[in-house]
């Protein structure tokens, strides 16, 4: 079966724009997490959406906020882009609350340069 | 801020031996996952061991789970130059099992 999808897999923006990034789940995946990573920070948790609903949160401004689909597809959006956003940011999924024997599936990812 | 550090931060061994990584923890968990990241990629998940585990094999991998000292371990034995990779602890706690929290990493190379 497909496994998440990101899209797209590279963007370049300037500060002061915003982005949209798009994750599709695998098929029959109702949580969908996101991730950012950096070199300084490491892997840090943004949120985690399950049935359209936002369950947690991480640590960031409000700049960064998501959504979920009824169809378990997912997009987060940063605004008013600052050159500390530039990172991969990655996208994860699970049946459930990835209790499951099979963890969390990620995407590729999306590499994000500001400029 | 990271919950688990992982130890050591880089590992370079030859062919066939076997590489052994560490991670700590700060918190109680529910449960604790092992990835492995190629060049920047999305991670892929190797395996996962739960609170009340000490012990979990799979394939080539051996991971241990001591949560009195808050810490496991992930073996990967008779390596290949295919497990050059940089390996990521990350925990799940009981509050918010949504959220992994991950080490910093271990990059492990393996020299043909």
């Known amino acids: 079966k497909a496994g998440v999808t990101q899209t797209p897999r590279y963007l370049i923006k300037t500060r002061g724009q915003q982005v949209t990034l798009s994750c599709s789940p695998i098929?029959?995946?109702?949580?969908v997490s996101w991730y950012q990573q950096t070199p300084g920070q490491g892997l840090q948790f943004l949120f985690e959406?399950?049935?359209?609903?936002?369950?947690n949160k991480g640590n960031f401004p409000g700049r960064f906020s998501g959504r979920q689909f009824s169809n378990s597809r997912s997009e987060m959006n940063v605004s008013t882009l600052e050159l500390g956003d530039s990172a991969l940011y990655l996208c994860?999924?699970?049946?459930?609350?990835?209790?499951?024997?099979?963890?969390?599936?990620f995407g590729s990812g999306t590499r994000l340069t500001v400029v | 801020s990271q919950q688990g550090e992982e130890d050591p931060q880089a590992l370079s061994i030859q062919e066939g031996e076997n590489a052994t990584m560490n991670c700590s923890y700060k918190?109680?968990?529910?449960?604790l996952q092992w990835y492995r990241q190629n060049s920047g990629r999305g991670l892929v998940h190797l395996i996962l061991?739960?609170?009340?585990?000490r012990e979990k094999h799979s394939g080539r991998l051996r991971v241990t789970l001591d949560t009195s000292k808050k810490s496991s371990s992930l073996l990967i034995t008779a390596s290949r130059a295919a497990d050059t990779a940089s390996y990521f602890c990350?925990?799940?706690?009981?509050?918010?099992?949504?959220?992994?929290?991950f080490g910093q990493g271990t990059r492990l190379t393996i020299n043909p």
């Open positions: 061991i739960r609170s009340n585990e």
């Open positions: 990350a925990t799940a706690t009981l509050q918010g099992a949504q959220k992994l929290v």
């Open positions: 918190t109680s968990i529910n449960n």
């Open positions: 994860a999924s699970s049946l459930n609350q990835g209790t499951a024997p099979h963890g969390y599936t």
């Open positions: 959406y399950f049935s359209e609903t936002q369950r």
């Open positions: 098929s029959g995946h109702r949580s």
